[in-house]
C-alpha cells in the first residue's frame, strides 16, 4: 500500500508541477511577440531612425532615410543634434523621439537652452525619477510638452513600437486638423 501512496503524491506532484510551469506562458509580462501588433497612428507616421537607436519597426510604419522627410525623429539619449536643430524640428511640427539612459538629461539641456527660449513659450522643465528609457517631446500651442515611459528591466522591441503608437494617437488627439 505504500507504493500505491507514493505513486499517487509522485503523480499528483507531477501534474502540479507541469499545470504550474504551462500556467507561466499567459502569466502578465511573458513574451508575446507571437502577437501581432497592430498600430492606430504609426503605420501612417513618416519615421526616421538615427544611427545608434537599437530599434527596428515593422514594415507597415514607413521609414525615411532622412531627418527632414520625417514627423517622428528617433534618436538616441546622447545624440549630437544640437538644441537649435531640435527647436527648429519642434517648431516645423516634428515629435522628437530620445531613446536610452541619457535622454532626459538631453531633452534638460535643449529645455534650459537659448534656442528653445527663443522658439517656446516654455514655464520651465521637469526632471523625473526614475529617468525614462524613451522621452518625446513635441509642440502644443507654442509649448514644448513631453511624453516620458520607464520600463523597469528595460523596453523590449514591442514595448517600444506599443509606447510609440500610444504616444503618437495622444498628440493626434490634441493637434488641431
Do not use: K
Not at 507531477?14 to 502578465?28: H, N, Y
Not at 528609457?133 to 509649448?143: I, Y
Request: with cysteine; proline share 6%.
Amino acid at each position: 500500500m505504500t507504493d500505491l501512496s507514493r505513486r499517487r503524491v509522485l503523480a499528483g506532484t507531477a501534474a502540479t508541477i507541469t499545470t504550474a510551469v504551462a500556467g507561466c506562458s499567459s502569466l502578465p509580462g511573458a513574451d508575446d511577440t507571437t502577437e501581432a501588433l497592430t498600430f492606430d497612428e504609426l503605420h501612417q507616421t513618416p519615421t526616421y531612425v538615427a544611427d545608434g537607436v537599437d530599434l527596428s519597426l515593422p514594415d507597415e510604419v514607413p521609414t525615411v532615410s532622412e531627418p527632414a522627410d520625417a514627423d517622428l525623429l528617433l534618436l538616441p539619449g546622447d545624440t549630437d543634434v544640437d538644441a537649435q536643430q531640435a527647436a527648429d524640428w519642434l517648431a516645423g511640427d516634428r515629435e522628437i523621439g530620445l531613446l536610452g539612459d541619457e535622454a532626459e538629461p538631453t531633452w534638460l539641456d535643449w529645455e534650459a537652452s537659448d534656442a528653445f527660449e527663443d522658439a517656446f513659450e516654455n514655464e520651465g522643465a521637469a526632471d523625473s525619477d526614475p529617468d525614462p528609457d524613451l522621452l518625446v517631446g513635441v509642440t502644443f500651442d507654442q509649448r514644448t510638452s513631453t511624453y516620458r515611459r520607464t520600463w523597469a528591466d528595460g523596453p523590449r522591441e514591442r514595448d517600444l513600437q506599443r509606447a510609440l503608437d500610444e504616444i503618437m494617437v495622444d498628440i493626434a488627439e490634441r493637434t488641431p486638423t
